[in-house]
């Protein structure tokens, strides 16, 4: 059973996202290509992935 993503803790939320988008650029996938598939995958906005990437490399996130 999936859980709904509204009762989903938010920090782990935006953490997810963040790991997301750390593995496609990892994989060579360049910056604004992987903003975009993450944001689709999560059904998230293209500027809300680029706030959690600025958030997780300010708070040092894993995966880095």
């Known amino acids: 059973m999936q ?3 509204k ?4 920090e ?3 953490k997810a996202i963040f ?5 496609l650029q990892d994989r060579q996938v360049p910056v604004v290509k992987s ?3 993450v944001a689709e995958s999560f059904a998230v906005t293209y ?3 680029a706030e959690v ?3 997780g490399l300010d708070k ?3 995966p880095l």
Do not use: K, N
Request: aromatic share 4%; hydrophobic share 35%; glycine share 0%.
């Open 19 to 23: 790991t997301a988008l750390v593995a």
């Open 7 to 10: 009762d989903a803790d938010p």
């Open 47 to 49: 500027q809300h992935v």
């Open 60 to 62: 040092e996130w894993p």
């Open 3 to 5: 859980s709904d993503p």
């Open 53 to 55: 990437e600025r958030e």
């Open 35 to 37: 903003r975009q598939r």
């Open 12 to 14: 782990a939320a935006r």
